[in-house]
Structures are given as structure tokens and as C-alpha cells.
């Protein structure tokens, strides 16, 4: 069986890896914190099933390399949905928590027939980015000691998603997935310091 994208595969399994070392290390046990394990735990799940599909899925007939791109996609809007459960536990009032729930349940599901309908990995970067988004806000919004780590990582990523898209560079070596990862690990190792960080009072 040949190995396909060989600098893909390996990026995408560091960046597993990393995000696996990284959820075993978070152990504190409020609600966001643990939202926040699940993330990246996920996060790996994505790495892992992303990196074996540029790796291998083209040994394959279409139908499992579809089937294979659309867990993919379908990973990655969990990822989101872990995000936005995070934030919720951290900023949202108790009588608040079953609407966000509901809410968060809807857009993940229309991101999941989204990617039916279009299985592309924009459709994953539009419903992490809604996530990342609300991250955002909350930083900017917020002085708690989390917030300076956080707004790190959103910039990791976003740097990281623009560098995906804009498909630069095509090295043979190295190309613009490879250098998503390379950015990607860096913004994680800054959210899961600021996870660290989650249920602490505001700066004062």
C-alpha cells in the first residue's frame, strides 16, 4: 500500500499527538475545563482520521475515500461543538444552559448536512470559525486570566486557516496543509494554557 502525501500524513499525526499530550495534562475538574479536554481530544480524532485519509485514502475506490472525508468533516464540526460547549459552561448563567445546548446542537447539526451536501473543508473552517469567533468576543469581552492565552491561539488560528486556503506553499517538501499543522500545534499549546486557566475570577 503506498503512502501518499508523506509530509501531510506525518504533520497531521505530530499534530495528534500533541493534542492527545496535551488533554492527558488538562485535569482540572470544572465543567470548561473538561470541555476543553474533549476538544482536543477530538481534535486529535481529526488530526489522526485527516492525516490517514491524505496518507492512504487514495488506495481506495471513491466511495470510502467520500465516505473517509465526510468522518473527517463530521469530526471537525465536533471539535466546534466541544468549542462552543467550553465557553458556554464558562460564561453562560446556569437558566441559560439548556438554550446554548440547543443551540449549539443546531449548528452542528446543519454543519454535518452541510458537509454532505458540500464535502468540502471549508464548510469545516466555517463552523470551527463560528466557535473560534465566540471565543473571540469573550476574550475581548472579559479580564480573566485566560484571556491573553486564548486570544493567542485565535490568532495561531486564524493565521493557520488563511495559510490552508490560500494553498501557498506547494514544495514538494512542504505544502500549505503541512504548514496549517505546524501553525495549528503552536495555537494549541496557547489554548491549553489558557484552558488552564478557565473558572478563575476576572482580573481586577
Known sequence: MNLHEPATFLTDCLL?????????????????????RRTLGMTAASALVGGTYHGFAPNFGPALQSAWWLATLWIISGV????????MH??????????????????GALAAASAVVWPV????IVDYGLALAAWLVAALATRRPWRGWMLGGLGLSVGAAVVQQSGWPQAPGLNHNDLYHLIQGLGLIAFFQGARRLGMSDKR
Not at 488533554?23 to 470548561?32: K, V
Not at 466546534?80 to 465557553?87: D, G, K, R, V
Not at 473543508?121 to 469545516?124: I, N
Open 16 to 36: 495528534a499527538g500533541l493534542a492527545l499530550a496535551l488533554a492527558w495534562r488538562l485535569r482540572a475538574a470544572a465543567p470548561a475545563v473538561r470541555w476543553w
Open 80 to 87: 466546534s461543538a466541544c468549542l462552543a460547549l467550553s465557553l
Open 121 to 124: 473543508f471549508l464548510v469545516a
Open 90 to 107: 464558562e460564561l453562560a448563567p446556569p437558566p441559560r444552559l439548556r438554550f446554548w445546548r440547543t443551540l449549539i446542537g443546531a449548528k
